[in-house]
């Protein structure tokens, strides 16, 4: 019998197999980040253990950077304890280290793609759940937590129970207007935020193979908001063509044979998944999130769910609890629902694409009276290029606050915050109560849903945008 894609990669790094144990897996790839590695490295340094490849292992920060006045001392103490430890960490073990300021600076899961250190067929972990974010590249990818990524620092393997497969089968094209978030918020909404437990999912389909790479990687980002292990999508000629050239990617000769490689990567036609999901593109449209969970969504042009609709008694009650936490009615059209304030960035859609997409949007137009935008890329690099391009400059003719790299209002672990009741139309992955900030209220969205909203102070599409434009003439 054929295997699928995760089945074959998982294969190729099984460094011991015994019966009744979870398998030991050779790990390609270990990202850092500040958050989850100061226990880790206290281990080490407790059991006198090293690094065992210094060589597989990166760190970034990113959570607790701040996005302004980066060149002065970060004033949050809790902050500059967390990037102090990490520095002074890799420092004594001798981790290569982005630190703020550095041009390969940002967001976990923009750096290693856009370093060319994601490539198919890779194992790869970090303790940060957003990690699925590298299977975009056909490797498989997990978050790990804090005792695991010790273990992954003093060994290089991982021992990992085999997990199950879905496909996630995507048919015809996306229509018009339609984002890799949409599909994934979409998906989302259709499994629920545990259909993907116990689960690697395999993207695939018409769809999925006419994505960018970056929209692959929205679409992986969020496999762990349907609480699935990974995502992953066979790696073809826009993964080669995104990966060619990138510092750390083969040259010449390694090139050729990593894509003959690579191109083994994918399922087997008879291969059998444990369970598939299939989705049609054309019913697809902007999709946003009105509840307090990455499933709790529905097409913007419908309205807030009645809690009563729901047979499921845990469902019911949790959407009861979501409207009374985001201040929304039943029966509400999505479309009339204010914010105060519009987040672009984080490692969901952080990405030079993104930034694109909410910069074409906001060209020549202005960001609502009484709404704060802020644009934050995913990285310093994505800011290198967006400024190269003068995206910055739309931004900030906009009205929009244009900042450095980092996860920022994603999570509001640096000064970046909603305050208590304020809303916000947010590109990021996660809608969990005060996640922004205590008492915030998120609404997932796309950038270019982001961008409309910024515009016209509710939620609303680019398309509501034209609507608005057609109905008052410029000048007017
Ligand atoms: C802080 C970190 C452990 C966390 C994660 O694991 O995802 C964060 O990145 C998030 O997005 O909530
Ligand atoms: S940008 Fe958000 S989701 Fe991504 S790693 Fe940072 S906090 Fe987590």
């Known amino acids: 019998m054929g295997r699928t894609l995760a089945e074959k990669v998982w294969d190729d790094h099984v460094v011991r197999r015994a019966e009744g144990e979870p398998d030991l897996l050779f790990i390609d790839l270990h990202l850092l980040h500040e958050v989850t590695s100061p226990q880790a490295f206290d281990g080490l340094r407790k059991n006198g253990r090293t690094v065992r490849r210094l060589d597989l292992t990166i760190a970034t920060e990113d959570h607790n950077t701040p996005t302004l006045d980066i060149d002065k001392p970060i004033a949050d103490p809790v902050s500059r304890v967390q990037l102090e430890t990490l520095r002074k960490n890799c420092a004594e073990f001798g981790v290569r280290l982005h630190p703020l300021g550095d041009v390969e600076q940002g967001v976990v899961h923009v750096v290693g793609p856009q370093l060319g250190l994601t490539q198919p067929g890779m194992t790869v972990v970090c303790g940060d759940s957003h990690t699925s974010t590298h299977g975009a590249f056909g490797g498989l990818a997990f978050g790990i937590g804090t005792s695991q990524v010790e273990h992954v620092l003093a060994t290089q393997t991982l021992p990992m129970a085999r997990p199950k497969t879905m496909a996630i089968t995507v048919n015809g094209e996306l229509p018009e207007g ?10 989302i909404a259709k499994i629920g935020t545990g259909g993907g437990q116990g689960y690697v999912l395999e993207y695939r389909g018409e769809a999925i193979e006419k994505l960018s790479m970056e929209a692959r990687m929205t679409i992986c980002n969020m496999s762990i908001e349907a609480g699935a292990r990974a995502g992953m999508i066979a790696p073809d000629e826009t993964t080669f063509a995104y990966l060619e050239g990138r510092p750390h990617a083969p040259q010449g000769e390694d090139w050729d044979a990593a894509v003959a490689y690579w191109k083994t990567l ?12 299939v989705i049609e593109a054309a019913e697809l449209s902007p999709f946003v999130t009105w509840g307090t969970n990455p499933g709790q969504g529905a097409p913007l042009s419908a309205s807030v769910p009645d809690p009563a609709s729901y047979e499921d008694a845990s469902e019911r009650l949790a959407a009861e609890k979501a409207l009374e936490y985001m201040g929304l009615e039943a029966g509400q059209p999505l479309r009339s629902i204010n914010v105060d304030t519009v987040f672009v960035g984080s490692c969901t859609n952080g990405r030079i694409e993104d930034l694109r997409a909410a910069a074409e949007i906001l060209k020549g137009r202005k960001v609502a009276d009484g709404v704060r935008m802020l644009v934050v ?17 739309v931004f900030k003719e906009a009205g929009a606050e244009w900042r450095h790299a980092g996860c920022s209002m994603c999570l509001g672990m640096n000064p970046d915050q909603l305050a208590p009741g304020e809303r916000s139309a947010s590109t990021s992955n996660r809608n969990f109560e005060g996640r922004q900030g205590k008492g915030g209220r998120t609404h997932l969205v796309s950038p270019q849903v982001a961008a409309a909203t910024a515009v016209l102070g509710h939620l609303a599409s680019p398309a509501d945008l034209a609507a608005a434009d057609a109905r008052t003439p410029a000048g007017v």
């Open 178 to 187: 339609v984002t890799a978030k949409d599909l994934i918020l979409a998906i």
């Open 266 to 277: 994918k399922s087997d036609e008879d291969a059998e998944f444990d369970a598939e999901v």
């Open 377 to 393: 890329p995913g990285s310093a690099r994505v800011g290198l290029q967006a400024v190269s391009e003068g995206l910055d400059v």
